[in-house]
């Protein structure tokens, strides 16, 4: 089992900046991959980042060249660096962090945190 905790959204003005910060309750050395992803009102749930246990980052293309994803293992915490901030940025964020598996994979979630960028 492993817990996430986001932290470090709110308001913000567009132009502006915010870090997430996702802390896992154990080591994320082992974890396949660790995501970003958010969500609005009546909308799926969309990946914004993740990266790999070797450090191989994707983005969406919405957020390319604004968003930057890291981890730090020694921590067991996720970054999501967001600069430039648009309005259409607001959403509530999720951290998730994946272990592949033979069959199933396991999947974990934190609460979520919300972005909020005003115009």
């Known amino acids: 089992q492993v817990q996430l905790v986001e932290s470090g959204g709110g308001l913000v003005q567009a132009g502006g900046s915010l870090r997430l910060s996702c802390t896992a309750s154990?080591?994320?050395?082992?974890?396949?991959?660790m995501g970003w992803y958010r969500q609005t009102p009546g909308k799926q749930r969309e990946l914004v980042a993740d990266i790999t246990s070797g450090g191989t980052s994707r983005y969406a293309d919405s957020v390319k060249g604004r968003f930057s994803i890291s981890r730090d293992n020694a921590k067991n915490t996720v970054y999501l660096q967001m600069n430039s901030l648009k309005p259409e940025d607001t959403a509530v964020y999720y951290c998730?962090?994946?272990?592949?598996?033979?069959?199933?994979?396991?999947?974990?979630w934190g609460q979520g945190t919300q972005v909020t960028v005003s115009s």
């Open positions: 154990r080591s994320i050395f082992g974890i396949n991959r």
């Open positions: 998730k962090a994946t272990q592949v598996r033979a069959i199933v994979d396991d999947v974990y």
